[in-house]
T-cell receptor
Framework: DAGITQSPRYKITETGRQVTLMCHQT?????MFWYRQDLGHGLRLIYY???????DKGEVPDGYVVSRSKTENFPLTLESATRSQTSVYFC???????????FGAGTRLSVL | GENVEQHPSTLSVQEGDSAVIKCTYS??????FPWYKQELGKRPQLIID?????GEKKDQRIAVTLNKTAKHFSLHITETQPEDSAVYFC????????????FGAGTRLFVKA
């Protein structure tokens, strides 16, 4: 589990600000994912990536941007934060040919 | 796309009793069904999974059953203990060439001592 880390763990920002959440994994996993977790909604997929420079939208991509220039990093950017983006964000990774997703510890984001 | 429904949203049982959580999925192409446990303030962690070529899988007090025809799968926890109290998520995904995992909304399990 220490192989996938998220930073920061907690973040408070204001509406309209740009925020970037970082995700780093040391397993060289091909696949990486960003989820948001809200009460009553479980885990909803925001974006995912199959490899470096390959990303695609999930269930709730609006207002978010991702990039993956290196296999080990998958940052998530909120270009202009809104209050509705207050949530807990989880990054996850999965190896090529594997099924199991491993989650990071999460980032709790509050947009005021 | 895939949709996963999970019931109940809250479940309260007495210590030692069994707990059952049920999920349904919509995409018949889904072939991998993991269950995650999330304790308060922690990350989700895989507790058991099942693939579509298997009808049942057991690991100590935890078992999962899958009915592909009905698109149902269930988690069974026997002899529940207070430390089983957590939120449980089911999920469905396609492993062959796919990588999107869709989660249910979660079940909050309370085990009363």
């Amino acid at each position: 589990d220490a192989g996938i880390t998220q930073s920061p763990r907690y973040k408070i920002t204001e509406t309209g600000r740009q925020v970037t959440l970082m995700c780093h994994q040391t397993w060289s996993h091909s696949y990486m994912f960003w989820y948001r977790q809200d009460l009553g909604h479980g885990l909803r997929l925001i974006y995912y990536s199959a490899a470096a420079d390959i990303t695609d939208k999930g269930e709730v991509p609006d207002g978010y941007v991702v990039s993956r220039s290196k296999t080990e990093n998958f940052p998530l950017t909120l270009e202009s934060a809104t209050r509705s983006q207050t949530s807990v964000y989880f990054c996850a990774s999965r190896g090529f040919g594997g099924d199991i997703q491993y989650f990071g510890a999460g980032t709790r984001l509050s947009v005021l | 796309g895939e949709n996963v429904e999970q019931h109940p949203s809250t479940l309260s049982v007495q210590e030692g009793d069994s707990a059952v959580i049920k999920c349904t999925y919509s995409d018949s192409a889904s072939n991998y069904f993991p269950w995650y446990k999330q304790e308060l303030g922690k990350r989700p962690q895989l507790i058991i999974d099942i693939r579509s070529n298997v009808g049942e899988k057991k690991d100590q007090r935890i078992a999962v059953t899958l009915n592909k025809t009905a698109k149902h799968f269930s988690l069974h926890i026997t002899e529940t203990q207070p430390e089983d109290s957590a939120v449980y998520f089911c999920a469905a995904s396609m492993t062959a060439g796919g990588f999107k995992t869709i989660f249910g909304a979660g079940t909050r399990l309370f085990v009363k001592a």
